[in-house]
């Protein structure tokens, strides 16, 4: 009895130290990230000229050092205060029992840090006004003029409008063609035949964009593509497949699904290895043929990891493949059916040097991808009961 009450009171003795540990790592959050914030702001507000640190840029800086180290102190007070003891044995038991798995996870970590999330204090380019010579931090604020300006031109309803339609026929069309794959492999009788196959249709995710292009035109090229040669030797007409925009769409659904079919079916494939046997030993004594085995049992039993798969997708919709229609696209498609917000925040940025207006445009194409995911994953979440989040 003296044991359990012992166990019972520990959560209760500890509870205000934890609730001020929250309180202060909120604190020191806000502080932190208010600080960086503040500081970014007036360095636009002022301007380079007129910039004096110790006037300007010392509160915010302080106010920064401040949040960063209650962060720091109150991180180590958990884990080295007498108070925090309890609260913090379970998660210190874990840091010793797993070490070396988290210390192999820390360089991964580090990496996702600095080239992921340090880059993303560009983005405040989009509200900026941007001079090569002033930089990132001196230039003045703009407010939205840079998205009103990309709004404001011609060409932003067609690029917007070619990015939705590919990305949505992109979805209807490959989507569903690894799991068809993946289905079909699973009823091949042959371990021998099924690995053959397997590796056969997996190889092509590893052939770059690039290298895929010189094989489409070795192919289709109208002057010495094979396929080409062949028609006029039969004399057919030749195929313009590749400055023809009529057929840009085409190709561009065929060699998504030639590349990275094969490579979606791993995902599913590891699902269906997870079906429980007895449901189909059960379902073949029941007289159920194979097709109807795949359709009521092996489908339903991997419509978790399908859904979650179809959120992600949905959520990339305004991100169509750039290194795919940058590489397939030629002079007589570029500024038609091969202009996706992808190549015009490249030209725009790349070639033009508005990187503003380049930064504008992609922050708002990533705001829209956001809401579809989070859009996406609310639906199927309402409709049948399992979301990704």
Not at 246 to 259: A, E, H, N
Request: proline letters at 3%; a positive charge.
């Amino acid at each position: 009895m003296t044991k359990i009450k012992t166990a019972e009171a520990l959560p209760g003795t500890s509870r205000n130290p934890v609730l001020l540990f929250r309180i202060l790592l909120l604190i020191g959050a806000v502080l932190l990230i208010g600080g960086a914030v503040w500081y970014v702001a007036i360095t636009g507000i002022i301007g380079r000229k007129d910039w004096d640190f110790t006037r300007y840029g010392l509160a915010p800086t302080l106010t920064a050092a401040l949040g960063g180290g209650l962060l720091v102190c109150d991180i180590a007070a958990y884990f080295f205060l007498p108070c925090f003891r309890e609260a913090s044995r379970p998660l210190k038991h874990d840091l010793r029992r797993d070490k070396a798995r988290y210390l192999l996870i820390l360089p991964g970590i580090l990496l996702v840090f600095v080239f992921n999330y340090i880059p993303m204090y560009g983005i405040v380019l989009a509200f900026k006004d941007y001079k090569i010579k002033s930089g990132i931090m001196f230039s003045e604020w703009c407010g939205l003029e840079n998205f009103t300006r990309f709004f404001g031109r011609s060409v932003a309803g067609n690029v917007i409008l070619n990015t939705l339609f590919i990305g949505v026929t992109q979805l209807i069309i490959t989507f569903p063609i690894p799991i068809i794959l993946a289905l079909l492999l699973n009823e091949l009788r042959s371990k021998k035949f099924r690995s053959a196959i397997q590796s056969t249709i997996y190889l092509p995710h590893f052939v770059s964009w690039i290298i895929m292009y010189s094989l489409v035109f070795s192919l289709f090229s109208v002057t010495g593509g094979m396929v080409n040669k062949l028609l006029i030797s039969m004399e057919l007409p030749t195929i313009n497949l590749l400055s023809d925009p009529d057929m840009f769409y085409g190709m561009l659904y065929g060699t998504s699904i030639w590349k990275e079919a094969g490579w979606g079916t791993i995902i599913y494939m590891a699902a269906i290895a997870g079906v429980d046997e007895e449901m189909h030993e059960a379902a073949y004594l029941d007289g159920a043929n194979r097709f109807q085995r795949c359709i009521y049992i092996t489908l339903p039993s991997i419509a978790f990891v399908i859904t979650t798969m179809l959120i992600l997708n949905v959520g990339s919709v305004m991100g169509a493949n750039f290194d795919q229609i940058m590489n397939l696209r030629t002079d007589a498609t570029a500024n038609t059916v091969a202009q996706v917000i992808d190549t015009y925040v490249y030209d725009m940025g790349v070639e033009k040097g508005q990187y503003d207006l380049a930064t504008a445009i992609g922050l708002f194409q990533q705001g829209v991808n956001c809401i579809l995911l989070f859009a996406s994953n609310f639906v199927v979440k309402k409709m049948s009961g399992e979301g990704f989040f």
